[in-house]
């Protein structure tokens, strides 16, 4: 059974980057697709980006200029960085795995994605 | 970005109860559409997605439809554990967004 957990800071100032890591109990993190959300205190929860298997990523246009999102295979590890941050940037800090359900319609293959398993979240607080 | 819209924002109900919610996509999103639950203090659970396939585990008496831009998630006599929030997301386009969550209450 997959099972992921972030760990990181949950303190950061203002103007400083914030390092998350997510460890993966997977044979091997290259064989899925990841993903990090994140959710605001009292607010909706919020796409950041996904790195898939193929190690290209996608990132949340509002957050594209400051994310980075990577995977160590050598540890089994996913990261998030995401540089000069400020107060809205507080959040609770998921990251999940990317799941796909392919199907054919009209002899064109379809693919649905989801995330299927999630970290517990970590919270980071971003305040001087 | 598509903007999805959830009603009601929250609801309250009894134990047994049938409820559904709706979810609304801002543009044609065909069926991809996916629904989560989430408890306080928890992360999100994946429940439905394609818009009406169950995810492994789920109970049955959880269902989704609709296809397009207005889509349901509907729970079938509710348990005490199904009170939590509950969030649709849009897996059409980059980026991913979800709707603004509707908190399930007993009554």
């Known amino acids: 059974q997959v099972q992921l957990q972030e760990s990181g800071p949950g303190l950061v100032k203002p103007s400083e980057t914030l390092s998350l890591s997510c460890t993966v109990s997977?044979?091997?993190?290259?064989?899925?697709?990841w993903a990090w959300i994140r959710q605001p205190p009292g607010k909706a929860l919020e796409w950041i980006g996904y790195i898939y298997s193929s190690g290209s990523t996608n990132y949340s246009p509002s957050l594209k200029s400051r994310v980075t999102i990577e995977v160590d295979t050598s540890k089994n590890l996913l990261s998030l960085k995401l540089t000069s941050v400020t107060p809205a940037d507080t959040a609770v800090y998921y990251c999940?795995?990317?799941?796909?359900?392919?199907?054919?319609?009209?002899?064109?293959?379809?693919?649905?994605?989801?995330?299927?398993?999630w970290g517990k979240g970590t919270t980071v607080i971003v305040s001087s | 970005d598509i903007q999805m819209t959830q009603s009601p924002s929250s609801l309250s109900a009894f134990v047994g109860d049938s409820v559904t919610i709706t979810c609304r996509a801002s543009?044609?999103?065909?069926?991809?559409l996916n629904w989560y639950q989430q408890k306080p203090g928890n992360a999100p659970k994946l429940l439905i997605y394609a818009a009406s396939s169950l995810q492994s585990g789920v109970p049955s008496r959880f269902s989704g439809g609709g296809s397009g831009t207005d889509f349901t998630l509907t729970i079938s006599s509710l348990q005490p554990e199904d009170f939590a929030t509950y969030s649709c997301e849009q897996s059409f386009s980059i980026p991913r967004t979800f709707g603004q969550g509707t908190n399930l209450e007993i009554k």
């Open positions: 997977v044979d091997s993190i290259r064989t899925y697709s």
């Open positions: 543009q044609n999103i065909n069926n991809y």
């Open positions: 999940a795995r990317l799941g796909r359900f392919g199907e054919i319609f009209r002899r064109v293959p379809q693919y649905y994605y989801y995330l299927d398993v």
